[in-house]
């Protein structure tokens, strides 16, 4: 079983859809969980933090359910410019992140 | 946020040639800087942990005497790719470490 597993995509959406992405970790003893994105040809930028409470940042939302270790990512309302691959990733101490391959979504006028 | 910069962005070389990419934090010092390797369509894969004045940590699967890192200040962290091959060719990322980590912009390599 892969440590961090992501559906590839693509999702294909229009301009103002919304869309969540998925993403299951192997590792209970994680500690950290994040949604970086990567442009394609780029290095990967953090989105954001994900906290078992939930937390949102503008049009975008993550939550994170430590019993089945399952991370999610909603973005509403999306622009041509979330046009990316979305990377989930698991870090269980120090430093050391785990990278999923990646859901990529395709934002069409 | 921090700065991590990578030279060179693009590479081709032959193969059997030696090549070496730097990663440099640019505002900030990082005792600890992280390799990655990047295969199309795949995720990122580290390679291997860069520690200022001490040896690199390799991880498993990743030849030490073929990836060589050196990390000699607190500001650069270098890989050297040897006697490279086609099956080396990929996106290596470099990442620092204050806080959070950040990545530098990428160095894209090609053998021939």
């Known amino acids: 079983r892969k440590e961090v597993e992501q559906d590839p995509g693509p999702f294909n959406v229009p301009e103002g859809a919304t869309v969540a992405f998925n993403c299951t970790y192997s590792?209970?003893?994680?500690?950290?969980f994040f949604w970086y994105r990567q442009d394609c040809r780029k290095e990967p930028k953090l989105l954001m933090s994900?906290?078992?409470s939930g937390n949102e940042d503008g049009r975008f939302t993550a939550q994170l359910n430590r019993a089945s270790q399952y991370i999610s990512l909603l973005i509403r309302d999306s622009k041509l410019s979330d046009s990316a691959t979305y990377l989930c990733?698991?870090?269980?101490?120090?430093?050391?992140?785990?990278f999923g391959k990646g859901t990529m979504l395709l934002v069409s006028p | 946020g921090a700065v991590v910069s990578q030279h060179p962005s693009w590479v081709i070389c032959k193969s059997g040639t030696s090549v070496k990419i730097e990663c440099r934090s640019l505002?900030?010092?990082?005792?600890?800087m992280f390799w990655y390797r990047q295969f199309p369509k795949q995720s990122l894969m580290l390679m291997a942990t860069?520690?200022?004045?001490?040896?690199?940590?390799?991880e498993q699967g990743v030849e030490k005497d073929k990836f060589l890192i050196n990390h000699a200040s607190l500001t650069l962290s270098t890989l050297t790719v040897t006697s490279a091959h086609p099956e080396d060719s990929s996106f290596y990322i470099c990442?620092?470490?204050?806080?959070?980590?950040?990545f530098g912009p990428g160095t894209r390599l090609t053998v021939l």
């Open positions: 994900v906290y078992s």
């Open positions: 990442s620092a470490w204050p806080n959070e980590q950040f």
């Open positions: 860069s520690n200022e004045g001490s040896k690199a940590t390799y």
């Open positions: 505002d900030f010092q990082a005792t600890t």
């Open positions: 990733v698991v870090s269980s101490g120090y430093s050391t992140l785990t």
């Open positions: 590792n209970s003893a994680s500690q950290s």
